[in-house]
């Protein structure tokens, strides 16, 4: 079965510098959701994203921004990288009536 | 702000042992989803609970729901080396739809051969 498909798996960059993070969603799932999760910690929500609109907005700096595309892909724009920037970025899926999350490999981004 | 309290943080057993995972919150979740990472790779949903007092079994995991929809337990029969990993409860609150899970600290599983 199709899972959730995200690139790139492993980004460095230098601080201040910018990254895009892709998230291709599970075809028919029309929800997709950005987590950042730091090492030894729990997933933290960034944004979520329904049909194409911001559906819901956690913990994401200003300096990132998300949107989801007609393809229900969804991109993640991070700028002025910081050093604690660095972590697991997630993100999920969803299309079914209990909102049944289903997570992708993750993208690991290193700021230096 | 709905919070998991998710216990124990860390567990260590033998191969063989039996092990309960508790998840508590004071408040009601509309549905309640247990995953388990792997380090460097995304959770993988184990199951999704939504009718208080719902049992289900995967295996050797038995996941319950509480009656009011508060809490939720894991328990592994018989551990295996390979059940070991982090195992993270996540709810949904009670508006349903399009709602962030709100995730518990996890719980470390080791199981010593």
């Known amino acids: 079965a199709a899972g959730v498909i995200q690139s790139p798996r492993h980004l460095i960059k230098e601080k201040r510098e910018t990254a895009t993070l892709k998230c291709y969603p599970i075809?028919?799932?029309?929800?997709v959701y950005w987590y950042q999760q730091g090492p030894g910690q729990d997933p933290q929500f960034l944004i979520s994203?329904?049909?194409?609109?911001?559906?819901d907005k956690g913990s994401i700096p200003d300096r990132f921004s998300a949107q989801q595309f007609s393809d229900y892909h969804s991109e993640l724009n991070m700028s002025s990288l910081e050093l604690g920037d660095s972590a697991l970025y997630f993100c999920a899926s969803s299309g079914g009536a209990y909102n049944e999350q289903f997570f992708g490999p993750g993208t690991r981004l290193t700021v230096l | 702000t709905q919070l998991l309290e998710q216990s124990p943080q860390f567990l260590s057993i033998q191969e063989g042992e039996n092990l309960t995972v508790y998840c508590n919150s004071s408040?009601?979740?509309?549905?309640l989803q247990w995953y388990r990472q792997e380090p460097g790779e995304g959770p993988v949903l184990l199951v999704t609970?939504?009718?208080?007092?719902e049992v289900k079994k995967l295996k050797r995991l038995t996941f319950q729901f509480g009656d009011a929809r508060k809490d939720s337990s894991l328990h592994i029969t018989a551990a295996q080396t390979g059940d070991t990993g982090l195992y993270l409860c996540a709810g949904v609150g009670v508006k349903g739809g399009s709602e962030k899970l709100v995730f518990g600290k996890g719980t470390k599983l080791t199981v010593n051969p």
């Open positions: 609970v939504v009718t208080g007092g």
């Open positions: 994203f329904y049909e194409k609109m911001q559906s």
């Open positions: 075809p028919r799932h029309d929800t």
């Open positions: 408040s009601v979740f509309s549905s």
